[in-house]
């Protein structure tokens, strides 16, 4: 089974000074996030029954494929380098 992502690190570094890496943990917003999406999913589907009962299994696979792509979002590496700075955005 796959996971989201737990925690984003952000390092900006500029040019004359260190700063300390920043740990986001974002598995502290997930049960909010799964408070909010389900009336979201629920209502969806009392709509589809009411309009449409044969694309109920066409809502079922747009969240899930949302869950998907959030899960697949792990291990993403984002490193931009300008003159003097340094930004690195990595989602464990």
């Given at each position: 089974m796959k996971l989201p992502p737990w925690f984003i690190r952000i390092r900006v570094q500029p040019a004359h000074f260190w700063l300390p890496p920043?740990?986001?943990p974002?598995?502290?917003v997930w049960p909010i996030v799964a408070i909010l999406i389900f009336p979201v999913f629920v209502i969806s589907l009392i709509g589809v029954f009411f309009w449409e009962a044969k694309s109920v299994p066409g809502v079922i696979q747009t969240f899930s494929g949302l869950y998907r792509i959030l899960c697949e979002?792990?291990?993403t590496r984002v490193d931009v380098e300008?003159?003097?700075?340094?930004?690195?955005i990595a989602i464990h």
């Open positions: 920043v740990w986001i974002v598995f502290l979002t792990r291990g300008a003159e003097g700075a340094h930004l690195l």
